[in-house]
């Protein structure tokens, strides 16, 4: 029979194989309290109770010979590395929720995938708390590159939520770590590219404008980095689009988007597209042309990618481009299919889908329950201390009221 602390762990192993708790094993011959020093290994077995818990389990004394394979987790995620699809990650969740193993590297490892898959389902409810977290278990091992990484995610999540000053606060400290640790571009430049869009939500534009350039500075000469390259180019765009520079905005994306090879990242290449359309809807005056260019790109491959969340945005970006030509049942009707199932879009997005719903109540006739819903958006906005989102409804209403009071006004 094995010694302690090994019979702890396969006890421990045996048990949850079978689904039992602590109190359905020990019944009424031991306490759980017990048989939880058993299991951490504070106490040696007897004999008798080794043959007692063995008959528990259905199982012969030997099977405490065999040493544990490192538990349900460890197996989990060994199967989950070498395959693809949804059942090895569903295994891992599931592993993951019946484990709390002893041992935190492989924990953070387990958790870091499946924060990373339920960050491309869209699903910020379930990633966060795995981010939550990971940051913990990061700050127990002491491991810089763990702790920036993890509280780079961790702020991009939070910013994709609406809480962006509290995304800024967490990308600050992931940015300080790379600072003071002296960690390589990619985690450095991870984190700062976090940072930089959380500043940017927050309407922090002197500072997101500042950081940006520094950011792209210090991933455009490094090959390495393509994929952080290119978006820190498209965050440069977007820093210079709330700015209100339009033509650097466009050059920041389009460099973006020249340097990018849809072999290379199909997911990024279609998001860089669907970017790209957003810009273009949004400049003074429109530019529809390039925007239809763009979304049409990006359609061709969104059924290759088939992420939820890339659906989505493409839909909402279908029915901007539908209003703006004019054609309200076009845009109707991609506002329609988007709230037919659970809405995965980050918060600027679920604020611009409320906006196109609005502008649509008001252009089919009803005025005032559009007018309402806008003004409710925005005071949202206002109270949550987002400068640049706030402006954005508030420039739609403007919009919006310049187009109904005319009609308003008229005596007919």
């Known amino acids: 029979m094995m ?3 090994d019979f702890g762990r396969r006890l421990r192993e045996l048990r949850r194989e079978r689904g039992l708790s602590q109190a359905a094993l020990a019944g009424e011959e031991i306490s759980t309290g017990y048989l939880s020093r058993l299991e951490s290994g504070a106490r040696q077995p007897t004999d008798r109770v080794v043959t007692y818990l063995a008959g528990r389990l259905g199982a012969d004394r030997t099977v405490f010979d065999a040493p544990s394979s490192g538990g349900s987790l460890t197996r989990a995620l060994s199967i989950v590395t070498s395959s693809e ?3 090895a990650i569903e295994s891992l969740v599931t592993a993951l929720a019946a484990s709390a193993d002893e ?3 492989p924990r953070w490892q387990a958790l870091w995938l499946v924060a990373r898959h339920w960050r491309g389902r869209g699903e910020r409810a379930k990633e966060q708390p795995c981010l939550e977290e990971l940051v913990q278990i990061a700050d127990e091992l002491e491991l810089p590159e763990l702790q920036c990484r993890s509280r780079a995610q961790l702020a991009r999540c939070l910013r994709t939520a609406g809480e962006a000053s ?4 967490i990308a600050t400290g992931a940015y300080r770590l790379a600072k003071d640790a002296g960690l390589a571009a990619a985690d450095t430049g991870r984190a700062l590219l976090t940072l930089v869009s959380a500043e940017t939500e927050a309407g ?3 500072d997101a404008s500042s950081r940006v350039d520094e950011l792209v500075a210090l991933v455009s000469n490094d090959d390495a980095h393509g994929a952080l390259r290119t978006e820190a180019l498209w965050s440069a765009a977007t ?3 709330r700015q209100g520079d339009h033509p650097a905005a466009r050059d920041f994306l389009e460099r973006a988007m020249q340097g990018l090879h849809i072999e290379t990242d199909l997911t990024l290449w279609v998001r860089l597209r669907l970017a790209a359309t957003s810009l273009y809807l949004q400049a003074e005056p429109p530019l529809l042309d390039r925007g239809r260019a763009c979304l049409a790109q990006a359609e061709q491959a969104v059924a290759l990618v088939g992420t939820p969340v890339l659906r989505q945005e493409m839909l909402l970006l279908r029915g901007c481009l539908a209003l703006l030509e004019g054609r309200t049942g076009d845009a109707r009707t991609a506002h329609t ?5 659970e809405v995965l879009l980050d918060h600027r997005d679920q604020i611009r889908m409320s906006a196109l719903d609005s ?3 008001i252009l089919e006739g009803h005025r005032d329950q559009g007018l309402n819903q806008l003004k409710k958006l925005g005071e949202q906005a206002r109270q949550a201390a987002n400068i640049d989102l706030a402006a954005y409804v508030w420039r739609v209403l403007a919009q919006a009221l310049e187009a109904v009071l005319p009609a308003a006004s008229d005596p007919a």
């Open 166 to 169: 509290r995304a800024i606060d």
């Open 337 to 341: 299919e988007l709230t037919r199932e």
């Open 359 to 361: 502008q649509l109540l």
């Open 204 to 206: 922090r534009l002197p």
């Open 85 to 87: 699809g949804e059942a």
């Open 3 to 5: 010694e302690q602390p």
């Open 239 to 241: 820093v210079r689009s």
């Open 103 to 105: 041992k935190p590297l």
